[in-house]
């Protein structure tokens, strides 16, 4: 019996991102489904009763909500192919408390640079900068975060830098100078078609931008 795997899924969300490269890194063939999160499917809500977000995961009729949880579930339901967590348990909470972190603090400092004005704004630059530079530490000299292999952490992180292309567009700064081995740890990633195939084109998400300020009032 063939599985049946459904994403359902917004194209700009930073979490949607996250469980297409990992669906992708493994191989998977499932089916997406586009959410209009101003008028969600009756099957949103009947999958993700308590939170009414994407992204959803449904493996053979089964609700999987959380894009980390997701994304832990996708590699240990299929662990024979790209695993996406080391196996060494050190390691792997590591990976899972880097990712949790990034998540909580990337979320946060964006929404403060594209919210904000002045020197509030610049305030966030900084912020978010330092963040970034503290991300470059921990990635030191290895190709990806988890050493030689591309992983949890990665993935993580890589929708973030999908919008850090708006916010730098958006806000008039760049992070190339201040952080440039994360730069180049981006573009190492980007060379991969589980991400260049599952991250939005910039032009196409910066006119969303545009429009999800104007849905918020902001010049």
Not at 59 to 73: A, D, F, L, T, W
Not at 78 to 105: C, G, H, T, V
Request: with cysteine; proline share 5%; hydrophobic share 40%.
């Amino acid at each position: 019996m063939a599985e049946e795997i459904i994403l359902l899924d917004f194209w700009p969300s930073m979490f949607g991102m996250k469980v297409r490269i990992a669906l992708t890194e493994k191989g998977l063939k499932y089916e997406r489904r586009e959410e209009n999160l101003l008028n969600k499917s009756p099957l949103l809500l009947e999958m993700n009763p308590i939170h009414k977000k994407v992204p959803v995961l449904i493996h053979n009729g089964k609700p999987i909500c959380e894009s980390q949880i997701i994304v832990q579930y996708i590699d240990e339901v299929w662990k024979d192919k790209s695993p996406l967590l080391p196996s060494d348990p050190y390691e792997r909470a590591k990976a899972r408390f880097w990712a949790d972190n990034i998540d909580k603090k990337l979320h946060l400092l964006g929404g403060k640079l594209w919210r904000t004005k002045g020197e509030e704004q610049e305030a966030g630059k900084k912020e978010y900068i330092e963040y970034l530079k503290l991300l470059e530490e921990e990635l030191g000299d290895k190709p990806y975060f988890g050493g030689e292999n591309f992983g949890f952490v990665d993935l993580t992180l890589m929708p973030y830098f999908s919008w850090l292309h708006v916010f730098e567009i958006a806000t008039k700064f760049t992070v190339e100078v201040e952080c440039p081995k994360l730069i180049t740890w981006s573009k190492r990633c980007m060379e991969r078609e589980s991400v260049s195939t599952s991250l939005p084109d910039h032009q196409k998400l910066y006119g969303f931008f545009l429009q999800l300020k104007k849905w918020h009032g902001i010049e």
